[in-house]
């Protein structure tokens, strides 16, 4: 489903990512961690194709398609869904207005009918209940004066209305409290399946004992310096990434 | 920024959707402005000798008169003497049914994607057409004359209302109230004219649609509305115009008197040509707005939302005279291209307790030029007057410029006035966000646009509102900063 090759890119001139190399099948869950400054969230946006990012070497193939090839928004049409560490605030625009044009606009893209105003709010009521989103929010604009936890959720409550075939989550756990830790990985195991694949980035391996990965990679100075199955994230935990740093001689 | 930058000038590719001239028949007099051509307008409309004098008065005082010049705004020299300051369409007679209207005049509707017909049949409101200036068609008017309201064209009025018309014509804007005010004095040539009696809450909405069309001609709108005690009327003013290589005059008068208690609501959507993406052509907008709350209680609302003309300059304003009288002015200005917008409104309270709210949402994009400028006078025996003032401004990439000129005095200590002011920058982040989503950057520019324009849209009648949001989205398509 994706294939990242050797991939280079800076922000702001600065290199961060130095040569990633990742695979992605239908059906797998990666989680991806490491420390502060190690390319996590850069490698997410550079996924999602946030322009702030320079791609300077490398490729990357999303359901056969060169992914340099496609805007931001046909990206996410090809079913690739970015949950932001900081969802942004769009004052006056309602989420409901929001969420239609954006579940119409893909539905455009694959040559389906728009959805009617009732048969979307259906699809919202019963998407809505899966997440377990205050109804509340969905009344008011884009992330405005939502607390941290109810962005995320929000954020959950997105991808779930455009099924995504690719769902990257960007530090989706930090700021959340333990309850609110619980739905959102709940909502994101009920969206799993076998023909969708996920990519969690995080700090941290509490988000594991939820959403429980396949693979996990070590991000670090720009590289994936390591890669193993769950079991990595627990020996991250315990011996903290000071042991990854001596594994590499440093 | 660069692909920001990139995007932006993709916006000033763009052609106005809404060109095109229409073809009709048209009967003009010889350009040029003197005395023997306002005894001409005025002959040709048959009109009473009050009015001939009133013309008179405002030429022989608007030649001693300078264009203002204190507005931020590049205005080039205006040739008076090549302006023709009359035309009317040919067809004059008045029909029984929409069959009889000329069909040319109804696809020019259509093409507007406001038919007369729909109009009529489905959303009942009551639509005086005004194509150049002379009302060709009007509805409803038998339904309002029922209940004693009196909706016709300007030129009616004069003819069976004069009595109407000579108590309150200039009352709110005088023949010498300012340059453009004068010359419309001189030489308008029709417009509306709307008397709502006493106690009678109009059933509708009021529409009219200035359409400015015959080439060269200056367009000299007069509308007068009353509203009597205790009475209440909404009324809309929108307009789109075809695409034009000279620059074309405009200079309208709008006068609003609302009695004891009467309440107004006068609501505008503006997409005047305005010029191409190097910013040749486009519409000179000089207006001259101002309603009178002269009864106590009384109440006026101006709300607009405005994207066209090449130059703007407009200050739908207030006197709040009556004791506890209230009015509103809620605006979205926005400029593209080259265009110029020096805009905003005036509140001067005179009666007590008074109170006034001002929401101003300036949207610039290109290389534009939006200014907001504003007045609250409060006089000295204004006492426990309020104003509220919001002022905002959203740029759209950095060879536009936005500026606020907010002029406040207030001659008593038990008033209170509140002045609020933001300008931002559409946020990058923000139209990434939507990218995401699947939005593309086009719709996500207009839909945060129309975000921040909420407020004042939300305060426009149903169908208007939904005119503006897609003007909004139409003026701007590809636009980012």
């Known amino acids: 489903m994706l294939v990242i090759k050797d991939l280079y890119a800076k922000v702001e001139g600065k290199d961060i990512l130095k040569g990633i190399n990742l695979t992605v099948n239908a059906g797998e869950v990666h989680a991806i961690m490491g420390p502060n400054g190690s390319g996590k969230s850069t490698l997410a946006n550079v996924l999602a194709g946030n322009t702030n990012f320079e791609v300077t070497h490398g490729s990357i193939t999303f359901n056969g398609k060169d992914i340099f090839e496609m805007s931001p928004d046909v990206r996410a049409k090809e079913g690739l869904f970015l949950s932001f560490q900081y969802p942004v605030e769009i004052p006056g625009v309602s989420m409901v207005n929001f969420l239609k044009t954006a579940v119409n606009e893909h539905r455009k893209y694959r040559n389906e009918k728009e959805l009617s105003a009732g048969d979307f709010l259906k699809l919202m009521r019963e998407k809505k209940a899966m997440v377990q989103i205050d109804s509340q929010l969905t009344n008011r604009s884009v992330n405005e004066g939502f607390s941290g936890g109810e962005k995320k959720k929000n954020e959950i409550f997105q991808m779930a209305m455009l099924e995504p075939t690719l769902a990257i989550l960007d530090e989706t756990d930090s700021g959340l409290d333990i309850d609110a830790l619980r739905i959102v990985s709940n909502g994101v195991n009920l969206l799993k399946n076998k023909n969708n694949a996920t990519i969690l980035v995080t700090h941290y391996q509490r988000l594991l004992d939820y959403i429980v990965p396949d693979f996990v990679h070590v991000l670090y100075e720009g590289r994936i310096v390591k890669s193993a199955g769950k079991e990595l994230a627990f020996e991250l935990e315990e011996k903290g990434y000071d042991w990854i740093k001596k594994e590499l001689g440093e | ?481």
């Open chain 2, 1 to 481: 920024m660069e692909d920001q930058n990139k995007l932006i000038h993709e916006v000033t590719q763009r052609d106005y959707r809404f060109g095109f001239v229409s073809d009709i028949e048209t009967d003009t007099i010889v350009k040029g402005l003197n005395e023997e051509v306002i005894r001409i307008i005025s002959a040709k409309k048959d009109e009473p000798e009050f009015m001939l004098e009133f013309r008179l008065k405002a030429y022989r005082r608007w030649l001693t008169m300078k264009m203002p010049e204190w507005a931020q705004l590049k205005v080039p020299v205006i040739d008076y003497q090549e302006i023709i300051f009359y035309a009317a369409p040919t067809q004059q007679a008045k029909y029984e049914s929409l069959n009889e209207v000329d069909p040319e005049l109804l696809r020019t509707f259509e093409k507007l994607g406001i038919p007369l017909e729909e109009q009529k049949m489905l959303s009942g409101v009551a639509v005086d057409a005004v194509i150049d200036s002379v009302s060709v068609k009007t509805t409803f008017k038998e339904t309002l004359a029922e209940r004693g309201i009196i909706f016709c064209s300007f030129s009616e009025a004069v003819k069976h209302h004069p009595d109407l018309i000579q108590k309150y014509l200039g009352m709110a804007v005088p023949y010498n109230d300012n340059y453009f005010a004068a010359l419309n004095s001189a030489v308008f040539s029709d417009g509306s004219f709307v008397y709502i009696p006493k106690g009678t809450r109009c059933p509708m909405e009021l529409s009219t649609y200035f359409r400015i069309n015959a080439q060269n001609t200056g367009q000299f709108e007069r509308t007068l509305v009353i509203a009597d005690d205790d009475s209440y009327v909404s009324y809309l003013e929108g307009c789109t115009a075809p695409m034009r290589d000279e620059n074309q005059l405009h200079a309208a008068v709008v006068e609003i008197i609302a009695l004891d208690r009467a309440e107004v609501k006068y609501s505008t959507v503006q997409n005047w040509y305005p010029g191409d993406k190097n910013g040749k052509g486009g519409i000179f907008n000089f207006v001259t707005k101002r309603g009178i709350c002269k009864g106590v209680a009384s109440k006026i609302f101006w709300n607009q939302v405005e994207t066209g003309s090449a130059i703007t300059w407009k200050y739908p304003s207030c006197i709040l005279m009556g004791d506890n009288s209230v009015a509103e002015f809620n605006s979205v200005a926005l400029t593209n291209n080259h265009q110029q917008a020096d805009t905003g409104t005036k509140m001067i309270h005179i009666g007590k307790n008074t109170k006034s709210t001002i929401v101003s949402k300036g949207i610039s994009a290109g290389h534009s030029s939006n200014s907001y400028r504003g007045l609250v006078r409060v006089a000295p025996k204004a006492e426990n007057a309020r104003n509220y003032s919001q002022c905002d401004s959203l740029l759209l990439g950095d060879t536009c410029g936005a500026h606020t000129f907010p002029y406040i005095e207030v001659g008593n200590s038990s008033s209170i006035i509140e002045h609020e002011a933001t300008t931002s920058k559409i946020g990058e982040d923000q139209i990434f966000y939507c990218n995401q989503r699947g939005i593309s950057t086009e719709d996500a520019i207009g839909m945060i646009v129309n975000g921040y324009a909420r407020e004042v849209i939300n305060k426009l009648p149903m169908e208007f509102a939904v005119e503006a949001q897609k003007l909004l989205q139409i003026s701007l398509e590809g636009s980012v900063g």
